[in-house]
Structure formats: C-alpha cells, structure tokens
C-alpha cells in the first residue's frame, strides 16, 4: 500500500502558499513515491469529502508565479469552535471528532497544515487527538514565533515598499501628508521594514503607543529644514497613547476574529487638526495578500515543502518547519504557538529607525 499523506492550506492567503504546494506534490511523487490528498478549504475541506482530490503533478504545473493557495482557504471554521448559525443566533459547536473520523476514513498517514498562528493552534488540538501532523508556517504578517521569516511576508513587503515610493512623488508634488496604513494584525514588521526601505518620515507600530503631538512636531521639524511633504506609515495595530487600537469588526467572546482598521483616518484626522497641511489616506488592504509571490518567498515555500516531507519520513510529528539563518530546520508546534513575535520596541531595527530620524511615534 502506498503511503498517503494531505495537505491544507489554512486562514489568510499570502504570496507562496502555491510554492509549497508544489514541493509538497513533487517531492512526495517523485522522491517517496507516495500519494497526496489536497484538501480543500484549510480544516473546513476535512469536512466534506468532495473536498479532497488527488494531487498530480500535473495540479501543481505552473503555480509557482501564482498568488493565492490553488487549494483555497477560510479564517473562519475552527472545528473544535464551529459555528452553527440558527437563525438570528450563532451557536459554537466542537466537531473535531468528525475531523479525525475524515482523517482516518481518507487513509491519511500524515497531514501537512500549512497556516498561521490561528490554524497552527487547530493542528496542535488535532495532534493532542492523535492526528500525525507537520506545520509549515505561512503569513505575510511574519508574527509566528521560532522561524526568521514566513514565506509571504516578503512580497508584502514589496508591495507596501513600491506604495510608499509611488505615494512620495505624489505628496511631494502637492506638499501633503501622506499615511499609508499597512497590514500586519498586532505586529509592526511590515510598517517598519517597508517604512525603512520607503523612506518614511513617520512609523507607527503597535508595539510602541504613539503620540500624536510629538508627530507633528516631528512634521513640523521637517518642514522648517525644507521638508515640505512627509509620509506616515501606520501599521493595522498600531494606537494612540492612552488610546484604543481602531476596529472595523470587534472580536467577540463567541470566537468572531477581530477585525482591525482605520487607523491611518484617525492619524490624518488628527495630525491635520494640528498642522496646516493637506493630509491624505490610502488603505493598502489586502493587496498586500495578492500578486506574484517574490523569488526570496517561491524558494522558502518550496524548502519548507520538501522540509516537511523528510519530517513525515522521520515520524517526526508535532512539528514545524522554520527558517533559522539560511537553514531550514524544525521546531515543536506548541513553541511556536506560544506567543507571537513581535517588535522588539528597543531593538536594533528600531533603533536603526530613529538613527535614521524617523520618528517612531513616541
Ligand atoms: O493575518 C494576515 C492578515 O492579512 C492581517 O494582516 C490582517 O489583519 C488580516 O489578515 C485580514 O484578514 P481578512 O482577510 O479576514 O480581512
């Protein structure tokens, strides 16, 4: 009997879900000789059999410049906190039984959970059940503990990069201020990295409280040495001192993710009640999430692929593959999920931020 293993990819789709894939297939058809089952849908597709298909190497020709996850994905549909809409009402139910039922009716001998924080926490219950898993971290938002990097966080980091250099001749033309307000949930990584490599003036990151007094006159420092625009990046998370991180959805205790947003409104709101300049808005959203992932991200989803094949061969289950230096290795689930990672406020790459004069909100 051949072995058969699956795969998923879950929560938000980032650049180089698709590189994964493709090592996954290729190295488990060519290498081991052995069967893949892609499952649809992140845990959901576990759910329903019509779900899950045979991977070929034919599925998986030609993905490797494609954006996205080819086997789709939600945010929503925790198993162990499924909901279940009732007509006005939403109940939560716990169907990882049915899960672990699907699990074993496929014939799965190792299951492959490509995810963030969220589904990585799911693959670490379905372990506690007995399901033999391999984690490969994934998010553009490069939160997740024990790895340097997540595949995904750089072409993000482009994207928001390339906005920050087309918005400086834009602001610079007509004398404004410019906030970008990027993604990253509670971590500041893609304000700060791309505020750096943009130029920005401004950095504003949740890890640092901002204070929206000391922005002006860091603005108004700037333009009396002839600065006569600036940009302010703004990171999802970040708030003011004293002040709440700004929501477009609040999480809510039945399980409902907390959406952030509107941050950068807020910022230009208030920066421009103190300054005399134009200030103006633009939401990069979920384009960041989108596009042909970057060389750096195709080559680290295809190693982690390949990495948690051989882990799978090793019955080294319970694990993640990360990036540490330039090599890839493992590390337990359950350390990675602890915590997230977050900027360190008095680190190095912020400091290099303020010896560059960027003000960094405080
Ligand atoms: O975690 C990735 C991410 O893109 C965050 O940066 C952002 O806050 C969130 O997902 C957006 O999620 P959704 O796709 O549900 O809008």
Known sequence: ?????????????????NAVIRGVV???????????????????GLLSPEKCRPMTLDSVRGILPRGG??????????????????????????????????IGKLGLSALIVVGGDGSLKIAQELISKGVPIVGVPKTIDNDLLETDVTFGYNTALETATDALDKLHTTAESHHRVMVLEVMGRYAGWIALESGIAGGADVILIPEIPFDVAGICR??????????RFSIIVAAEGAFPKG????????????????????????????????LDMDTRVTVLGHLQRGGSPSTFDRCLGSR?????????????FGRMVCLRGRSIKSVSITRAIRRLKLVNPNGEMVQAAE???????R
């Open 1 to 17: 009997m051949k072995k058969r293993i699956g795969i998923l990819t879950g929560g938000g789709d980032c650049p180089g879900l």
């Open 243 to 274: 002040g709440k991180r700004v929501v477009k959805v609040a999480g809510k205790s039945g399980g409902a993710v907390e959406r952030l947003g509107g941050v950068g409104d807020y910022v230009a709101r208030e920066v421009g009640r103190c």
């Open 26 to 44: 290729k190295g488990a058809l060519i290498k081991y000789g052995w069967e893949v089952i892609g499952i649809e849908d992140g845990f959901d």
């Open 304 to 316: 982690f692929g390949v990495k948690a094949l051989e882990l799978i061969e090793r019955g080294e």
């Open 69 to 102: 996850t080819i086997l789709g994905s939600t945010n929503w549909g925790n198993p162990f906190h499924y909901p279940v809409s009732g007509g006005d009402t939403v109940e939560y139910i716990d169907i990882s039984g049915q899960v672990v039922d699907n």
């Open 355 to 361: 010896d560059l004069g960027i003000m960094m909100g």
């Open 218 to 227: 860091a603005i108004q420092e700037r333009k009396a040495r002839g600065g």
